[in-house]
């Protein structure tokens, strides 16, 4: 019986792609048919989403339509979790030509 309950708080632990609700509702014999959108599981989905990298597109954008920008400071104004999209996405906005990198600054690419 200790046995088996370890194994859940295992698998409850070692699980990275089903919400933790869902998995916790499961394990005490209830069914949850919508992710919480709450647990870290949830978030990093989210943070993953395209709507999300939208959202972070334009944001940059606007941020730096006035000044250039500190990357870490852009960061920091977000969960850690979300960090890799961001940088994922400044990447592709200074590929596509609309974003200029100096050194950890970021500025509108004016000459695009
Ligand atoms: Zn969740």
């Known amino acids: 019986m200790l046995v088996k309950k370890l194994k859940h ?4 632990l070692q699980n990275t792609s089903i919400c933790r609700s869902k998995v916790l509702l499961d ?9 919480c959108n709450i647990c870290d599981i949830c978030i990093s989905k989210k943070a993953d989403s395209k709507s999300f990298r939208k ?7 606007k941020s730096v339509e ?5 990357i870490s400071t852009f960061i920091a104004s977000y969960s850690k979790i979300k960090e890799q999209v961001i940088l ?15 050194g950890k600054t970021l500025k509108l690419n004016e000459y695009k």
């Open 88 to 102: 994922e996405e400044i990447n592709n906005l200074i590929s596509e030509k609309l974003l200029l990198k100096n």
């Open 9 to 12: 708080v295992n698998d409850y």
């Open 66 to 70: 006035k000044n250039p920008i500190d």
């Open 27 to 35: 394990y005490f014999g209830e069914k949850q048919s919508e992710d």
């Open 55 to 61: 959202d972070i597109r334009i944001r940059l954008l």
